[in-house]
């Protein structure tokens, strides 16, 4: 339960930390709110030789009206995406999602841009920004470069983040169309989700299905096709490969999704 030893350097701007990223190489890894890279490194899953500590550089917390897009900074806490009016009013799934995730102290610290550059197909917010269509923005030492959120997810815990390069940004279109529900399967309530489903209008997301956040694409074929909801959501599960824990194994998982998402759909329709 004890880190290897490592070197911690702190950036105060966004300059410096590329700075910084670039001068260590890959043997040097971000630190946001560290409540995901702290537990593995103790674990020693992650061994990074250097820790270049971003947690302090305010100009990357923030939830901006940019006309086309809500721009979200990628060092915005859980407990601020959660409390901010702006998402309340324009993506309301995102605040409430934001509000599930762990308790008040994980909230506090953990980032949505840790969050998301973490990608743990267990974790709310990546299925979240997937059903809304967004895309991350990663800064690296050539510039800036738009990533879509149907490309960011590679595989288990693993991104189309280049090593060096750091999220800054997520963009989320609006308006967002039809109304929204989030439902987290937990054992307690300050649970990971056993599975998740968010729905935005007629755009369906997996928590904890696959190794990556998943479209439920056949359930949104479904819909498109004019299938009602509890019809369109026993396709839910189509092409999903979930995992097999102390919490359950894929077929359990898979039935949890097909009424999840059942679930997920009327209430999106009774608030549209
Ligand atoms: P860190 O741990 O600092 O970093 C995580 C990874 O992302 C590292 O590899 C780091 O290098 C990289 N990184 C961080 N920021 C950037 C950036 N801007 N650019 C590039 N790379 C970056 N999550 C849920 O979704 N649902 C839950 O219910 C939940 N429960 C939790 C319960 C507990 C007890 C704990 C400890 C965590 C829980 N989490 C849960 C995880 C939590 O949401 C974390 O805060 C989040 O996954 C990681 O954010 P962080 O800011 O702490 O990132």
Redesign the pocket.
């Known amino acids: 339960m004890i880190p290897a030893t490592f070197t911690y350097k702190r950036a105060a701007s966004v300059d410096e930390a590329l700075g910084l990223a670039a001068a260590d190489g890959e043997d040097a890894?971000?630190?946001?709110?560290?409540?995901?890279?702290?537990?593995?490194m103790k674990l020693r899953l992650?061994v990074?030789e250097t820790l270049i500590d971003?947690?302090r550089i305010r100009e990357?917390s923030y939830v901006r009206d940019e006309g086309t897009h809500i721009a979200v900074g990628?060092?915005t806490?859980?407990d601020e995406v959660a409390r901010s009016g702006l998402l309340a009013n324009e993506l309301p799934l995102l605040a409430h999602a934001a509000s599930?995730?762990?308790?008040p102290?994980?909230?506090h610290?953990?980032?949505?841009?840790?969050?998301?550059?973490?990608a743990?197909p267990?974790?709310?917010?990546?299925a979240v920004i997937l059903g809304l269509g967004a895309s991350l923005v990663?800064r690296g030492p050539s510039g800036s470069r738009e990533i879509a959120a149907s490309d960011f997810f590679r595989d288990l815990f693993e991104t189309a983040?280049q090593p060096g390069?750091?999220?800054?940004e997520i963009r989320f279109p609006k308006p967002q169309s039809g109304g929204w529900s989030f439902q987290?399967f937990?054992k307690r309530g300050?649970?990971?989700?056993i599975v998740g489903v968010a729905v935005q209008g007629d755009s369906v997301a997996l928590?904890n299905m696959g190794s990556t956040p998943l479209r439920a694409s056949s359930v949104e074929q479904a819909l498109a096709a004019g299938a009602a909801p509890r019809d369109a959501a026993a396709h839910a599960a189509d092409g999903t490969n979930p995992p097999e824990d102390f919490n359950g194994g894929r077929e359990y998982r898979q039935h949890l999704a097909r009424v999840l998402v059942g679930r997920a759909l009327e209430e999106a329709r009774s608030r549209s």
């Open positions: 890894k971000f630190l946001a709110g560290g409540h995901s890279l702290l537990p593995l992650a990074p971003i947690g990357l990628a060092l806490s859980h599930q995730v762990g308790d102290q994980v909230r610290r953990g980032t949505i841009g840790g969050s998301l550059a973490h743990d267990a974790a709310d917010l990546p990663a983040l390069e750091l999220l800054t987290k937990t300050i649970d990971w989700a928590v």
